[in-house]
């Protein structure tokens, strides 16, 4: 139970016991959800697997999704992919085939936090560099040895994208695997997608809850050399899609045209929430994410919006963490809920 808690904490910000009471009506923006719906052809996909798709076990290999990821990334074949129960449990398969206990996984800090639960429940060490006070990376990237190192791109929480240059750079002095988390890429002007055809070491993860609005369907991918893949698949869990999230992961992928479509109605709303709080005196960087991370001017009352916008049914994500304990991170949601947002934030810090 206590790394079940710690899990619950890492992804969503909530433990047991914390969750909204049923029926609560609350805006919650602190999970980093897509305040828009997926695409028709998901639910379409969903449906059709029908009673005897439900009857019988679903596919191990997930051919059909990754010959889809495939072709629309430019990769020669499915065997460049590997399709998991969320991207969640990519990284953790990934730590379970590279790592041995007792080894060093590498990361930024601050990041997705739960990067260090999967490592320690493992049994290996867990290891971080501390980005700059602008969330780039420094010169001590470069120099590290290790067996993984997991680099979120853009990051979480503060929504910055390291400079390709750079990730080239790591790819190039890490002796061991780099993850290029791009939860969030689609997000962004650009990607790491073309790196696993350059680096041998590169491995590239999506999610399909950020940008196809899927958090429900847990659904992943990752990307990276085959002789890396193979060696995924000797780990992964016998059937660890089922045939409803490999459906429907595959209609989203081909109905980009929704998923951009959503993507920009968040783009606008994150410009718009970020200018917001510059003008209410928040420093807040420029995100490549659908959140933005809002700094009180390293004041101590942080926690205080946090627990105004709670009182008022709006959830954000406070850290009770180095460094960000002057930081409030925010998903991006519709422009209504955004507008109740900002009229709390200026009620409660007027």
């Not at 602190?30 to 305040?35: A, G, H, I, M």
């Not at 105004?308 to 009770?320: A, Q, S």
Request: proline share 6%.
């Amino acid at each position: 139970m206590k790394y079940q808690r710690e899990i619950l904490k890492q992804v969503s910000g909530y433990v047991p016991g914390e969750q909204p009471k049923p029926g609560e009506r609350i805006i919650k923006l602190n999970t980093n959800e897509n305040p828009y719906p997926p695409s028709p052809r998901v639910m379409e996909a969903i449906a059709a697997v029908g009673a005897d798709g439900l009857r019988r076990y679903p596919d191990p290999n997930a051919v059909e999704l990754r010959k889809t990821a495939a072709e629309l990334y430019g990769f020669a074949g499915p065997e460049w992919v590997i399709a998991g129960n969320g991207s969640d449990e990519l990284l953790a398969m990934i730590i379970r085939t590279f790592v041995d206990p007792g080894e060093t996984v590498w990361s930024a800090y601050p990041t997705y936090s739960l990067y260090d639960t999967l490592v320690k429940l493992h049994g290996a060490k867990y290891a971080s560099v501390d980005l700059d006070r602008e969330f780039r990376m420094t010169p001590e990237f470069f120099t590290r040895q290790g067996r993984v190192f997991f680099l979120a791109r853009p990051n979480a929480p503060s929504g910055v994208s390291s400079p390709k240059a750079e990730v080239e750079k790591l790819c190039k002095s890490f002796p061991g695997v780099v993850v290029i988390d791009e939860a969030y890429a689609d997000f962004d002007e650009d990607d790491c997608m073309d790196f696993p055809r350059r680096f041998e070491n590169a491995i590239v993860t999506r999610t399909f809850s950020k940008s196809y609005s899927l958090c429900g369907l847990r659904a992943g991918l990752a990307f990276a050399r085959p002789e890396i893949i193979a060696e995924l698949m000797k780990t992964k869990d016998s059937y660890n899609m089922s045939a409803v999230s490999q459906a429907g992961a595959t209609a989203a992928l081909r109905d980009q045209a929704h998923m951009r479509a959503n993507r920009d109605k968040v783009i606008a709303t994150r410009a718009r929430l970020t200018r917001a709080l510059r003008e209410m005196g928040f420093t807040v960087p420029d995100s490549k994410g659908n959140y933005v991370l809002a700094r009180w001017g390293g004041r101590p009352d942080t926690k205080g919006i946090f627990t105004g916008l709670r009182e008022r049914k709006i959830v954000v994500r406070y850290f009770d963490a180095r460094n960000l304990t002057d930081a409030l991170r925010i998903s991006i949601g519709t422009d209504a809920e955004t507008d109740t947002l900002l009229a709390a934030i200026r009620e409660i810090v007027k």
